[in-house]
T-cell receptor, first 113, second 113 residues
Framework: NAGVTQTPKFQVLKTGQSMTLQCAQDMNHNSMYWYRQDPGMGLRLIYYSASEGTTDKGEVPNGYNVSRLNKREFSLRLESAAPSQTSVYFC????????????FGDGTRLSIL | GNSVTQMEGPVTLSEEAFLTINCTYTATGYPSLFWYVQYPGEGLQLLLKATKADDKGSNKGFEATYRKETTSFHLEKGSVQVSDSAVYFCALSDPNTGNQFYFGTGTSLTVIP
């Protein structure tokens, strides 16, 4: 019963490097989300995908791109990492049609030097 | 717009004390409301939810009532345990599309024996 799986769990990058955070869910959910969590700021939505084939910007999209590869997978890419993107990143999914709550992965802890 | 305001922490209580964490919201319409809990090193887990006015969500001894007149969804527990130590997030779903969730900044709770 995996739920939402994020890889990697930890990563250290140098400024300017690129990387992709992977997320996969096995609950047949139609909607998927990427958040970042910073101290004192709660969770802020970066991008979301309401259904397969669609993506939309959230509150803090600058510096990020996403791909909804298929119904299961939703990746987040940092093209040129900056120290301000040091954060904990969470992926979530939900069945929007039945108005279910979000299910979260365990997070990716990303440090950019 | 939509937003959630939660009581600032951290909160420290003795075991068996009564817990209240305040949450108020702003929304254009009638959102669904949620409380999530985050244990150290983990993602967020749904604690309880309420989908319409006067609904009471409950789980594991925690309760919250959807109060439309005061736009509030305060979390309560009659007798906390050490194992309740975690960060608690109040959230609402976009009342118009249901696509986006809006989170409070989180309240850290520590319960001491």
């Amino acid at each position: 019963n995996a739920g939402v799986t994020q890889t990697p769990k930890f990563q250290v990058l140098k400024t300017g490097q690129s990387m992709t955070l992977q997320c996969a869910q096995d609950m047949n959910h139609n909607s998927m989300y990427w958040y970042r969590q910073d101290p004192g700021m709660g969770l802020r939505l970066i991008y979301y995908s309401a259904s397969e084939g669609t993506t939309d910007k959230g509150e803090v999209p600058n510096g990020y791109n996403v791909s909804r590869l298929n119904k299961r997978e939703f990746s987040l890419r940092l093209e040129s990492a900056a120290p301000s993107q040091t954060s904990v990143y969470f992926c979530a999914s939900r069945d929007r049609i039945s108005n279910q709550p979000q299910h979260f992965g365990d997070g990716t802890r990303l440090s950019i030097l | 717009g939509n937003s959630v305001t939660q009581m600032e922490g951290p909160v420290t209580l003795s075991e068996e004390a009564f817990l209240t964490i305040n949450c108020t919201y702003t929304a254009t319409g009638y959102p669904s409301l949620f409380w999530y809990v985050q244990y150290p090193g983990e993602g967020l887990q749904l604690l309880l939810k309420a989908t319409k006015a006067d609904d009471k969500g409950s789980n594991k001894g925690f309760e919250a009532t959807y109060r439309k007149e005061t736009t509030s969804f305060h979390l309560e527990k009659g007798s906390v345990q050490v194992s309740d130590s975690a960060v608690y997030f109040c959230a609402l779903s976009d009342p118009n599309t249901g696509n986006q969730f809006y989170f409070g900044t989180g309240t850290s709770l520590t319960v001491i024996p």
